[in-house]
């Protein structure tokens, strides 16, 4: 057997094979900050069966740790103030603020926790956690898409993700009840997340 002709094909596959445990460490979770300057959380609801009201919330924060290369979010943390509410009629407003609907005096906070990732092809992926509202917490599932990971063409130059999430849950699983019984005001709720994420840097003991 000629050695030699036979060492030729077989060392490329030699050196990624050497290769392979530096690729590995490379990988580390990333903490990623949620710009607030691109951050949108938008909500629609059918009203008497004639529309979809549309509203926002305006004030939200969030940071969450993700590993790009491997698809593994350690964990993830978004704060929403109830009370910032908008809808664009300040009447309403005021009525989506009371006890009928989100509580906002006696709960100011919206909190979704991460608690699993399932990334899928083409950027999209399942991720999982629950949703503190009303003082009630319950599960919910997002479907995700990474649009664009890059460094920021311009301002602050980051390395930056994209990312857009919807879901669909029932309001009166967190106790909102008002007007399901005449169905003045829909049960489901569709929640849509549209925000850029800053690279803060390499976690620290997988994140906070």
Known sequence: MNLRRLATPLAPLVAALALAPCWS????????????DHFSIGFEVMHIGYARTLGLFLD??????????????????????????????DRR??????DDFLSADDHPEIVFEATDYEPGANGQ????????LRGQSHPVE??????????????????????????????????????????????????????????DGVADDGGR
């Open 25 to 36: 460490a490379r990988a580390e979770p990333i903490e990623w900050a949620i710009d607030p």
């Open 60 to 89: 939200a924060e969030g940071r969450f740790v993700y590993d790009p290369e491997t698809g593994t979010l350690s964990s993830g943390r978004v704060v929403v103030q109830a009370d910032s509410v908008f809808t664009d009629h």
């Open 93 to 98: 407003d005021r009525h989506v603020r009371s």
């Open 125 to 132: 992926g399942t991720l999982s956690g629950n949703l503190t």
């Open 142 to 199: 997002l479907e995700t898409t990474i649009n664009r990971r890059a460094d920021y063409p311009f301002g602050h130059g980051k390395d930056t993700l994209g990312i857009s999430a919807t879901t669909t849950l029932r309001r009166s699983e967190w106790g909102m009840t008002y007007a399901l019984d005449n169905d003045l005001v829909g049960d489901e709720v569709v929640l849509r997340f549209e925000f850029e994420a800053l690279n």
